[in-house]
């Protein structure tokens, strides 16, 4: 029996990238034609957007599932730096605060085990879709205001 490999998760520095992948069909553009950073390009069901560590993944290439795909590259100290998202009460009071940070989450079975694989999230951990939205709306307003925040442009920019 060959040896098995076992992957574990490693911690991510205030130094390193993430590559975020961004299909074609969440890239919305303004009536100038520019991208408008939404929300959409941050979403995911678990509230746990998908990302790919830069120094691990082999390259931004690798990340782009179609040709019309895009990819970020965001800043992990920036990340961590966007602060607390509040979950509101009924009458719009912040109950609780959640931090947004990254972590490295290896997917997969070996031998096809996605070692690069990290996660944006939520701690304490919530699946209150308002507070995720907050979360969303805190990566694009993020990405919106960095220089030049495309690793690859999507389609509708090139």
Known sequence: MADEVT????????????????????VQLDDGGSMRFSSRIFRDRNC???TY???MCGGATRIVQHADDGVLSLA???IRELGAVAKLNKDGVAERHHAINVAHMPEGPPPTTDYAHAEIFLT?????DKTCHR????LAYMARDMA?????EPAALR
């Open 53 to 55: 560590r830069a120094g």
């Open 135 to 138: 979360m969303y709306e805190a």
């Open 124 to 128: 304490p951990s919530t699946e209150h």
């Open 76 to 78: 992990v100290s920036a």
């Open 7 to 26: 992957w574990s998760a490693t911690p991510i520095g205030p130094g390193e990238f993430l590559y975020r992948r961004v299909p074609e069909g969440k």
């Open 148 to 152: 030049n925040p495309w690793i690859i």
């Open 48 to 50: 746990r957007p998908s």
